[in-house]
């Protein structure tokens, strides 16, 4: 009876297995479905862009902006699509999402293929056009975030790039190529012609302790300049580093305040005080324009002091009056070392900077490049990536940077902070370039890949006239080497 009981049981328990669905079945229908609507949705966004014709920046054209798989907001489908990325309808958001705050109504400009893959090799992405750029003042400005802690993450090294067009770019790279430190220091084509240069003095004068460059043309001095703004003339200052690209304050590049980009469109190596001029100044070795600029998103998001620094690299220009036809302003008058700063357990410990000073364009001495003396007290730090300064400085001297006894650059002077040891009164602040930030900024400027420009006549190829002229114009660096 029991055998019996048992055989009709099994015969029971097969019947129900015949008729019931297996939900593995059911799991891969699901999943083919959700295959055939995403190869469904790629299809119709296929179809309704065209990539090789390009993305035109109109959302009554294009769409609205979307959210990238990689957290990125794009200003359109197509923009995404187009360099491979997957999105989902409206930006990503979050504080300081330009993307989501700008209205491209209007603005029929296509963006090419070409565009969107200049700065590919970079990792960089065309996320959107900026057509609204900040006018306000530069101004060094008293920091109220607690300064013994950091708001570091790591989204906030992701690198905003903005061209001289507008075109913005994004890259998340986080790892960047090692070299050695320091980097190399390089007097400029201009050395040439100008025997005997004086090495850098320190100048402690009073208890302001700061005085006037007497000479902007001499090295290291012709490395430092003005930087120039739609709006201004030497709104802060900026300092060769490479061939190409010069080290500055990210907060001259980005009004956090506006959440607006600056429009920067050049540089005056050098530029002096001349009463003599119908503007009071000169500029010794003419401008360079801009090409585009770099900084942190961090910077963008939320305005942190530890992320107030960016580099800014410039168009070729002709010199043709000076022997040289085209090169970039660091190989004609010469740019900077830069070095890694160290870190003890999260705040920056390096002796070098009880020998520094600072030297730029405050506004209280209009169009005059002034250079602190030593500072008064020894720099310290209470957080990383980050110091405490008192150096003189006053608002105007934004982006210029923090420099050795040796012509190192160790990091920017970006402004002032309530004191944080005697929670009184005022005290200067800069963001220095520890390891991690050393790495990025010579990528920025691009000392993984550059040397100096001795040579420019080979750019004339085959035409054998101007080649010689060049050659004869250029006899020390061309044929003598």
Same mark, same amino acid.
């Given at each position: 009876?029991?055998?019996?009981?048992?055989?009709?049981?099994?015969?029971?328990?097969?019947?129900? *297995?015949?008729?019931?669905?297996?939900?593995?079945?059911?799991?891969?229908?699901?999943? @083919?479905?959700?295959?055939? +609507?995403?190869?469904?949705?790629?299809?119709?966004?296929?179809?309704?862009?065209? =990539?090789?014709?390009?993305?035109? +920046?109109?959302?009554?054209?294009?769409?609205?902006?979307?959210?990238?798989?990689?957290? #990125?907001?794009?200003?359109?489908?197509?923009?995404? *699509?187009?360099?491979?990325?997957?999105? !989902?309808? &409206?930006?990503? &958001?979050?504080?300081?999402?330009?993307?989501?705050?700008?209205?491209?109504?209007?603005? !029929?400009?296509?963006?090419?293929?070409?565009?969107?893959?200049?700065?590919?090799?970079?990792?960089?992405?065309?996320?959107?056009?900026?057509?609204?750029?900040?006018?306000?003042?530069?101004?060094?400005?008293?920091?109220?975030?607690?300064?013994?802690?950091?708001?570091?993450?790591?989204?906030?090294?992701?690198?905003?790039?903005?061209?001289?067009?507008?075109?913005?770019?994004?890259?998340?790279?986080?790892?960047?190529?090692?070299?050695?430190?320091? !980097?190399?220091?390089?007097?400029?084509?201009?050395?040439?012609?100008?025997?005997? *240069?004086?090495?850098?003095? /320190?100048?402690?004068?009073?208890?302001?302790?700061?005085?006037?460059?007497?000479?902007?043309?001499?090295?290291?001095?012709?490395?430092?300049?003005? +930087?120039?703004?739609?709006?201004?003339?030497?709104?802060?200052? #900026?300092?060769?580093?490479?061939? %190409?690209?010069?080290?500055?304050?990210?907060?001259? /590049?980005?009004?956090?305040?506006?959440?607006?980009?600056?429009?920067?469109?050049?540089?005056?190596?050098?530029?002096?005080?001349?009463?003599?001029?119908?503007?009071? !100044?000169?500029?010794?070795?003419?401008? @360079?324009?801009?090409?585009?600029?770099?900084?942190?998103?961090?910077?963008?998001?939320?305005?942190?002091?530890?992320?107030?620094?960016?580099?800014?690299?410039?168009?070729?220009?002709?010199?043709?009056?000076?022997?040289?036809?085209?090169?970039?302003?660091?190989?004609?008058?010469?740019?900077?070392?830069?070095?890694?700063?160290?870190?003890?357990?999260?705040?920056?410990?390096?002796?070098?900077? $009880? %020998?520094?000073? #600072?030297?730029?364009?405050?506004?209280?001495?209009?169009?005059?490049?002034?250079?602190?003396? /030593?500072? $008064?007290?020894?720099?310290?730090?209470?957080?990383?990536?980050? #110091?405490?300064?008192?150096?003189?400085?006053?608002?105007?001297?934004?982006?210029?940077?923090?420099?050795?006894?040796?012509?190192?650059? *160790?990091?920017?002077?970006?402004?002032?902070?309530?004191?944080?040891?005697?929670?009184?009164?005022?005290?200067?602040?800069?963001?220095?370039?520890?390891?991690?930030?050393?790495?990025?900024?010579?990528? @920025?400027?691009?000392?993984?890949?550059?040397?100096?420009?001795?040579?420019? =006549?080979?750019?004339?190829?085959?035409?054998?006239?101007?080649?010689?002229? =060049?050659?004869?114009?250029?006899?020390?660096?061309? /044929?003598?080497?």
């Amino acid at each position: 009876m029991f055998f019996s009981v048992a055989s009709e049981g099994a015969v029971i328990s097969k019947r129900r *297995l015949r008729f019931r669905k297996p939900r593995s079945s059911n799991r891969m229908r699901n999943m @083919w479905n959700a295959l055939l +609507l995403l190869l469904l949705a790629i299809a119709r966004a296929a179809a309704q862009y065209n =990539c090789d014709a390009g993305c035109s +920046l109109d959302p009554t054209v294009m769409g609205q902006p979307v959210c990238g798989a990689d957290g #990125i907001s794009y200003a359109n489908g197509c923009l995404a *699509l187009c360099q491979g990325i997957k999105f !989902t309808a &409206g930006s990503c &958001g979050g504080e300081g999402d330009r993307v989501e705050q700008m209205d491209l109504t209007g603005q !029929t400009e296509v963006i090419t293929r070409e565009i969107m893959s200049r700065f590919a090799k970079e990792s960089f992405r065309f996320v959107t056009k900026e057509i609204d750029f900040s006018r306000n003042p530069i101004r060094d400005f008293v920091h109220n975030s607690n300064v013994f802690s950091s708001s570091l993450s790591p989204d906030g090294f992701d690198t905003v790039r903005v061209t001289s067009e507008g075109y913005k770019f994004i890259s998340q790279v986080k790892s960047f190529a090692k070299i050695q430190g320091p !980097t190399p220091s390089y007097e400029g084509r201009i050395a040439e012609n100008q025997p005997g *240069l004086r090495k850098r003095k /320190l100048v402690v004068v009073g208890e302001d302790t700061r005085t006037m460059v007497p000479d902007s043309t001499i090295f290291p001095y012709r490395t430092m300049g003005g +930087l120039d703004f739609d709006f201004s003339e030497s709104g802060c200052t #900026i300092t060769m580093i490479s061939p %190409t690209s010069g080290i500055t304050a990210a907060h001259c /590049l980005y009004d956090r305040a506006a959440k607006k980009p600056y429009d920067v469109i050049r540089f005056a190596p050098g530029r002096y005080y001349n009463p003599e001029q119908s503007d009071n !100044t000169t500029e010794p070795f003419g401008t @360079w324009d801009v090409d585009y600029t770099n900084y942190f998103k961090g910077y963008e998001e939320s305005g942190d002091e530890i992320y107030d620094m960016g580099v800014v690299t410039f168009k070729k220009r002709r010199r043709r009056f000076l022997g040289i036809f085209s090169v970039y302003p660091g190989d004609f008058v010469g740019y900077l070392s830069i070095d890694r700063v160290g870190e003890d357990n999260a705040n920056v410990t390096d002796a070098r900077f $009880s %020998t520094m000073t #600072i030297t730029g364009y405050p506004y209280d001495m209009k169009h005059k490049m002034i250079t602190t003396g /030593l500072c $008064s007290t020894a720099p310290f730090s209470t957080k990383p990536k980050y #110091i405490y300064h008192t150096c003189d400085t006053t608002p105007g001297m934004s982006g210029a940077v923090t420099l050795t006894s040796d012509n190192i650059v *160790l990091g920017v002077h970006n402004g002032a902070h309530n004191n944080p040891i005697t929670q009184s009164g005022t005290i200067n602040g800069a963001t220095v370039l520890t390891p991690e930030y050393f790495d990025i900024v010579s990528s @920025w400027a691009g000392l993984t890949s550059q040397a100096p420009q001795t040579c420019t =006549c080979s750019e004339f190829g085959s035409r054998r006239i101007a080649r010689l002229l =060049c050659n004869l114009r250029n006899f020390g660096a061309c /044929l003598a080497r």
